[in-house]
């Protein structure tokens, strides 16, 4: 089975200032591999999706992602940071026989300041 | 067209009671999980519906939990009797074929007293 770890917990940004949120996957095979984000009181919503089609991957509000298999990691960046960019963010490989069941990273929250 | 909704929103309830959570997916989507966030752990899988079938439902806690979707279209997760670790938020998702994007509701959040 494939997992993920999330290298921070926290990670706090000034506005207009670069994001890099961290995700390191252990699998043996390459893996797919998505963003999710949850902003406050809302439900989890889909950043971007990594299936091997290409390993620089964009998603929604400007973040992208890159898969580095040598490095096994999956980074999520934005290059500059807004404020209703805080939110808490997951990192996701598809996870058990089922496939349907996603296991979740320990999620890192990202705080922005003005 | 309309998200996942989830019912309550909050829900706070004493040791030893009875509580029900419900979950609308959106609709025409066959697949439905529930999942839950204990304070300061993961979110965690509990279970799979594909329609009125659970497919997986290896995440379940222990018999206390009763999940069902009869009809194929909202589910509903009993929890009965409620102990102090079951505090949390349950999240459902749905999506509209197996493997498929999944689409997460706001979550319930139950508190045991």
């Known amino acids: 089975a494939q997992s993920v770890t999330q290298l921070d917990s926290h990670v706090s940004v000034s506005e207009g200032t670069p994001v890099l949120l961290r995700c390191n996957y252990s699998?043996?095979?390459?893996?797919?591999l998505f963003w999710y984000v949850q902003h406050p009181n809302k439900g989890l919503q889909l950043l971007l999706k990594?299936?091997?089609?290409?390993?620089l991957v964009k998603g929604i509000n400007g973040f992208e992602a890159e898969f580095k298999k040598s490095e096994t990691s999956f980074h999520l960046t934005k290059p500059s940071a807004h404020m209703s960019d805080a939110a808490e963010y997951f990192c996701?490989?598809?996870?058990?026989?089922?496939?349907?069941?996603?296991?979740f990273g320990q999620g890192t929250i990202l705080t922005v300041h003005p | 067209e309309a998200g996942v909704t989830q019912f309550p929103s909050h829900s706070v309830i004493e040791k030893g009671q009875t509580v029900t959570l419900r979950c609308d997916p959106i609709?025409?989507?066959?697949?439905l999980y529930w999942y839950r966030r204990v304070m300061g752990k993961e979110i965690k899988f509990l279970l799979h519906?594909?329609?009125?079938?659970?497919?997986?439902e290896s995440g379940m806690p222990n018999n206390r939990f009763l999940a069902e979707r009869t009809g194929g279209t909202y589910s509903t997760l009993k929890v009965q009797p409620a102990e102090l670790e079951d505090s949390g938020v349950y999240f459902c998702?749905?999506?509209?074929?197996?493997?498929?994007?999944?689409?997460f509701g706001p979550g319930t959040r139950l508190t045991v007293l």
């Open positions: 990594y299936t091997s089609a290409a390993t």
């Open positions: 996701v490989p598809p996870g058990g026989t089922s496939y349907g069941k996603l296991t």
């Open positions: 699998s043996s095979y390459s893996p797919s």
């Open positions: 998702a749905s999506s509209q074929v197996f493997e498929g994007e999944q689409f």
């Open positions: 609709s025409g989507h066959d697949n």
């Open positions: 519906f594909v329609k009125e079938s659970k497919q997986d």
